[in-house]
T-cell receptor, first 115, second 110 residues
Framework: DGGITQSPKYLFRKEGQNVTLSCEQNLNHDAMYWYRQDPGQGLRLIYY???????QKGDIAEGYSVSREKKESFPLTVTSAQKNPTAFYLC??????????????FGQGTRLTVV | GDSVTQMEGPVTLSEEAFLTINCTYT??????LFWYVQYPGEGLQLLLK?????DKGSNKGFEATYRKETTSFHLEKGSVQVSDSAVYFCALGAGTALIFGKGTTLSVSS
């Protein structure tokens, strides 16, 4: 089945450590996205990539980094510089970036907790 | 900049009641509009969409009409079920990434 796979589903991190969240898609989509979800805040865009080897900062990129070396993969690293990393992280993809009419398909999310 | 505003929840209804969740938007140009649903602990699923003014999106008994004159895309369902309990997000597509509202929690009791 085609879809987006995020792993792990739950992740615990000690303060001061970097951690990488995995996102893989087999939909052959060009564009991929990372959103952060906090209670009552909706979804806020962290980074997006419209094509391999290119990515752009979203609204809340500070303390995060990404790479897009392969079309199917868009890992997100939460660095120690992120002041409040505990949240639910959602990865998404769409068939093409830069188009207003294309919907995004979402993974099941990773819940990150700093302990 | 572009933005989406949803009615605040939670919305609490009895089974078979009529549902409306309000959504208004601010955008330059001609955005597309979407409704997504999120069940507990899961990602978002597309519920319906509309890509131009006066289009009506519909799916699983839910409907929403793209109203350019009132910049609105209200979600409606004639008779809700317990299984409709979830968080609903209105979203706007303007060319880069989708912009989401803050979500509205719907709780349906039997």
């Amino acid at each position: 089945d085609g879809g987006i796979t995020q792993s792990p589903k739950y992740l615990f991190r000690k303060e001061g450590q970097n951690v990488t969240l995995s996102c893989e898609q087999n939909l052959n989509h060009d564009a991929m996205y990372w959103y952060r979800q906090d209670p009552g805040q909706g979804l806020r865009l962290i980074y997006y990539s419209q094509i391999v080897n290119d990515f752009q900062k979203g609204d809340i990129a500070e303390g995060y980094s990404v790479s897009r070396e392969k079309k199917e993969s868009f890992p997100l690293t939460v660095t120690s510089a992120q002041k409040n990393p505990t949240a639910f992280y959602l990865c998404a993809s769409s068939i093409a970036g830069g188009r207003r009419d294309t919907e995004a398909f979402f993974g099941q999310g990773t819940r990150l907790t700093v302990v | 900049g572009d933005s989406v505003t949803q009615m605040e929840g939670p919305v609490t209804l009895s089974e078979e009641a009529f549902l409306t969740i309000n959504c208004t938007y601010t955008a330059t140009g001609y955005p597309s509009l979407f409704w997504y649903v999120q069940y507990p602990g899961e990602g978002l699923q597309l519920l319906l969409k509309a890509t131009k003014a006066d289009d009506k999106g519909s799916n699983k008994g839910f409907e929403a009409t793209y109203r350019k004159e009132t910049t609105s895309f209200h979600l409606e369902k004639g008779s809700v079920q317990v299984s409709d309990s979830a968080v609903y997000f209105c979203a706007l597509g303007a060319g880069t990434a989708l912009i989401f509202g803050k979500g509205t929690t719907l709780s349906v009791s039997s």
